[in-house]
Every structure is written in C-alpha cells, then in structure tokens.
C-alpha cells in the first residue's frame, strides 16, 4: 500500500458521485431507445434494419462506408507517409527531432474549425483535380490523427535501439527496404497498431470538417437522421461509442503488453 | 551518419558519443549519402505544406483580404462589432467555466486513481472510457445529453412525474448556450484524467514515506508537498482544457443547430451564408481571433509545462 493512495472511504465517494454523473447520460440514452411510444420494449434495436427502416438508414450506411474509406486511407497515409519520415527522421537526422515534433504536435492547437476555413478553398481546387471521391478528406484527416499517431509511434521507435538494428541488417547484407520492412516495423508493430487504430477512431468520430465541406461520413448522417429518427441516431451513437471504447482498450493492452515486453 | 551522435530519447540509456572519436562514415554498403536521404524527407514535407501549413495561412491570411482579393483591416474591424465581441465572451466564459469544474473533478477522479495498479482493470477501463469521451465523442455527446436533459429526455420526464419538477420552465435552455455546459464537463473531465494522471503518478511514494517518518500528516503532506509539486501541472492541464472547450465545434453544432453563440458556431455561420454583418470573408477573421486566443493559451501551457516537467523527470 503506497502512502499517496486515499483512504477507500474517499475513493468510494468521489468513484461513486463521478461514475453516476457519467453513467446517467449513457444509460438514459439507452432507456431512451427502448421507447416505443407506450412503453418500453426492444423493438427499436430489432426493427433497426427491417426493410421499412432502409430508406431512412441509407444515409447511414452511406457515411459509414465513406468512413470506413477515410479510415483506411488515413491508416495508409500514417503507415506509409509519416511512419517512413519518422523512421528517417530518427536514423538519419536526430537533430531534427525536436523541430519534427514540435510540427507533429502542432495540430493540437490549431483547431479544426479553423483549419476547415483554409481547407474550403483548397478542397475545391482538390475537387476540380482528383474529384469529389470521398476519400480525398483523408488528406484533411492524416494531419488530425498526426499528432495522436505520432504519440503512439514514437513510443515505439524510443523503446528500441534502431540504430544497432539497423546498422546489424546492414552488415549481414539487408538494402533499406528489408531493413525498413523485415528489421524495424516487426520492432515497431505495438506502435504501428496503436497508431492506427487511434486514427481509425478519431476518423469515425470527426464531425467539423466533414460537416463544413459538405461530406457525407458517419457523424454528418447521424445528425441528418436524428432529425427524423431520434430513436435510431440514439442506438448508433451507443454502438459507436462502445465500438471506440472496444479500440482504447486494444491499444491500451496493446500498448502495456509493448513496455512490458521491453523491459523485461 | 555514424558520426551523428544519437539524440538520447527517453527510453534509451545510450550515452552520446563524441564526433571524433569514430572515423567518418565511409559511404557503406547500402547507406545513401546524406543529401539522397534528405530527399526521403521531401514527400511528408510536402503533405504538411499543402494540409497544414497552407491551410492554416489561408484561413489567417483570408480575414485580411476583401471580396476582390485586395488587402483591407476592415474584417478585423468586425471584430470589434458587438455581435462578435459577444460570442467571444460567450466562448470564453464557457471555456472558463467548463475547465474550471472539468480540471477540478479530473483531479478528483486521479487522486481517487492514485496507488492503483497502472496496468490494473481500474486503470485500463478508465484510460480508455477517457480517451473515448475527451477525444472522439463529438456529435455522439450531444445525443447522449439531448436523450437526457432534451424536452423528450428521461430524467427531464422522470423528474417532472416523479417530482414534479419542470426542468425546462425557463425556456427550452438545453438548446442554448447553458445546455453547453454539462455536455462540455462531460468531455473536460475525462481530458483532465488522461493529462493530470502523468503527474499525479510522478508523485513518489517515498515523499509520503518521508513526510510521515519525520511526524507529518496525511493533509500536511498534500498541503506543503503534493498541492505545490501539482500546482503547475494542473495550471497546465487548465490551460490545456480552456483551449479544448474553446475550439470544441462538433457538441456546439449538433446541440444548437440554429443561432451562433459561440465563436466556432459564428464561423459556421460565416463560411455557410457568404456575407454576415454585411462582410465578406469574416469567417477568416473570427478564425483569427480565435487563433490568437489558442496560440497565447498554448503557449503559457508549454511555458507552465516545461516548469511543470522538472518533477516529471
């Protein structure tokens, strides 16, 4: 028992008071889509994907496909853009390591709905070159997910020593993509994970910058069908929000699985 | 690039080697010259100018320019405009507000953490139940609390059959700006726990240890050592947390989907009806403000921050 630690009557307390004020919403939206008009029963869930319901989901399945689409083109934009510069960036110029972070932090503190003011006139540019695929948000949103994907990544590259395993492939004859390839992303894979499924997370959560250019992805529909069916928004925003919470936890047990590892 | 002393990162205990002590790098089997290298740098580069860096000047550089491309201060003028000058109050006392209670009930919530095991089922469940709520809740926030406080909410219509108690006899307020305020605590807690744990669990146990063999109590010891040491990071993370509340655009637009009271909903109304107080090109000046207010506030958290790092060591 450490002497920091509180007495347990105070840990109660305040895990009681501040759990309740976080449980009420969750469980009230849950009550909340058990209505059926008289009383309560489960036939929202159950008629959710009922052939009368199609039309007033189509925006749904829409924006989750979109989203899906920008998840896996951000992941690509982390694992081959950014990955590859870190990598570089740490083998090649530690010195820049300092003024790299600082950028890749920087994102933090430009807020989105600010950078979505920039960004309208370059998406029409975008959309008259490379047209208005879905996926082209993606660019927008591999710089919202860099700070978090940097976090996770650089935690990996700071556990191992990439320089010795590097200069080991080099010598037993390996050109940099083995080394990049077969040496240092199996080295990197607990960050590479972490990296990417944060950014699949903050993807299906971004709302600000789709929503002002017009986008259609998961956020943008559910507010489209709250307006019609609040029933229905209510149930997809518990799914999505247990679907996150189920990728926190990954990268969570992911992440301590990682240290625990390197430091043994 | 052998000669390169490493830049000792935090997981490594390498020691940096002084630049002469190794011959220079022959070009080896495999090793790219240093300008080749360089090039590796060019496309991440790139990407940043065109998303982020350009993006960033264009929005600033917008509120500077009239319709016809000419530059004119008469869009930071509105600035001064009552309206305008309004939602930033808005924002600010919100922000204020919503970090206060946030960074005070988040410290709460690590100080009932504190001496939990780090990779505990506590611990875990709460860091990722944080991160869900603090960072891509959103639009989903909004619905949760519309589903509770809404005029259709259950505890509204629990309260008002169980109580009695009509939670809206003032006016439909969920939809206006004080029905921000507990969506916004609901993601400013968690924010304060996934930023405030690192320095509660900085605090060492062998301070409490020494504090109590000397005859100091519990409550001294967070009197003159936990709350001093603390100080800083907290003043840190309230920093942090007024910056979140006050760029925070995605709860504000799906509880409030008309009127613009705080200054991220006013750039929705600029960018989306082009000309607001009879200007064009507000949209890039609100979004300055707002810059100017974030930038200042980051940069007293990173000033804070670094004081704050010294105990973190």
Redesign the interface.
Same mark, same amino acid.
């Given at each position: 028992?450490?002497?920091?630690?509180?007495r347990p009557l105070?840990?109660w307390v305040?895990?009681i008071l501040?759990g309740l004020?976080?449980a009420?919403?969750?469980l009230?939206?849950f009550?909340?889509?058990l209505r059926d008009g008289e009383g309560y029963s489960l036939v929202n869930w159950t008629t959710l994907f009922a052939p009368e319901n199609a039309a007033l989901l189509a925006p749904v399945w829409t924006g989750l496909g979109n989203s899906l689409i920008l998840a896996l083109v951000t992941v690509i934009?982390v694992l081959l853009?950014?990955t +590859?510069?870190m990598i @570089? *960036?740490?083998?090649?110029? =530690?010195?820049l390591?300092r003024a790299f972070e600082f950028?890749a932090l920087?994102?933090?503190?430009? +807020?989105?709905?600010? @950078? *979505?003011?920039?960004?309208? =006139?370059?998406y029409l540019q975008i959309g008259r070159t490379l047209g208005t695929g879905a996926w082209t948000l993606a660019?927008?949103y591999? *710089?919202l997910v860099?700070p978090?994907a940097y976090r996770s990544i650089q935690?990996s590259?700071?556990?191992i020593?990439m320089?010795t395993l590097s200069?080991a492939a080099?010598t037993l004859?390996?050109?940099?993509i083995t080394?990049v390839l077969r040496v240092l992303a199996p080295n990197l894979r607990q960050g590479l994970l972490a990296g990417s499924l944060i950014s699949v997370?903050?993807v299906?959560?971004?709302?600000?910058i789709a929503?002002?250019l017009n986008r259609q992805v998961l956020?943008t529909a559910?507010?489209v069908v709250?307006k019609i069916d609040?029933f229905s928004?209510?149930i997809f925003?518990l799914l999505?929000?247990a679907f996150?919470?189920v990728l926190?936890?990954i990268?969570?047990?992911a992440g301590?699985a990682g240290s625990?590892r390197?430091s043994s | 690039m052998t000669q390169t002393p490493v830049h000792p990162g935090p997981g490594q205990d390498q020691v940096t080697r002084p630049v002469a002590s190794e011959p220079p790098a022959p070009a080896r089997r495999g090793a790219a010259p240093r300008w080749l290298a360089a090039v590796g740098l060019v496309p991440f580069a790139a990407y940043l100018l065109l998303f982020l860096l350009l993006p960033t000047v264009l929005a600033i550089g917008s509120g500077l320019v009239d319709g016809d491309g000419a530059f004119t201060l008469a869009n930071i003028a509105a600035l001064g405009d009552p309206v305008i000058l309004m939602t930033f109050g808005n924002s600010t006392w919100l922000s204020v507000l919503t970090a206060l209670i946030g960074a005070v009930v988040g410290a709460g919530v690590c100080y009932a953490l504190l001496g939990l095991p780090e990779t505990g089922v506590v611990r875990t469940l709460v860091d990722a139940a944080s991160g869900v709520l603090a960072q891509f809740g959103g639009v989903m926030l909004a619905f949760a609390w519309i589903a509770t406080i809404g005029i259709q909410g259950i505890v509204t219509q629990a309260l008002a059959a169980g109580f009695g108690i009509d939670l809206f006899a003032d006016g439909a307020w969920i939809y206006a700006l004080p029905g921000l305020i507990l969506p916004y605590v609901y993601f400013q807690v968690p924010l304060m726990v996934i930023t405030f744990m690192p320095a509660m669990n900085a605090l060492k146990p062998q301070w409490a240890e020494a504090n109590l063999t000397l005859g100091g109590t519990r409550a001294g010891f967070w009197r003159t050592i936990g709350i001093p040491v603390l100080a800083p990071s907290f003043f840190a993370s309230l920093l942090l947390l007024f910056a979140n509340a006050f760029s925070s655009y995605a709860t504000a637009a799906a509880l409030a989907s008309q009127g613009s009271q705080i200054v991220p909903l006013q750039i929705r109304t600029a960018l989306t009806s082009e000309t607001l107080l009879g200007r064009e090109n507000l949209a890039g000046a609100l979004a300055l403000g707002m810059i100017v207010v974030v930038a200042i506030v980051m940069w007293g958290y990173s000033l804070v921050q670094r004081r704050a790092a010294r105990w973190q060591a």
């Open positions: 028992m450490n002497g920091l630690a509180p105070t840990r305040i895990s501040v004020f976080f009420v919403p969750l009230a939206t009550l909340f889509t934009i853009l950014l +590859p510069t @570089l *960036v740490s083998l090649r110029f =530690p010195t390591r950028v920087l994102p933090i503190s430009i +807020p989105a709905i600010v @950078l *979505v003011v920039g960004l309208a =006139p370059i660019f927008a591999g *710089v860099l978090f935690a590259i700071d556990a020593d320089k200069e080099r004859g390996a050109g940099w080394i997370a903050v299906l959560g971004e709302f600000t929503s002002l956020q559910l507010v709250n609040a928004a209510a925003t999505a929000l996150a919470f926190l936890l990268i969570g047990r301590r625990g390197t | -």
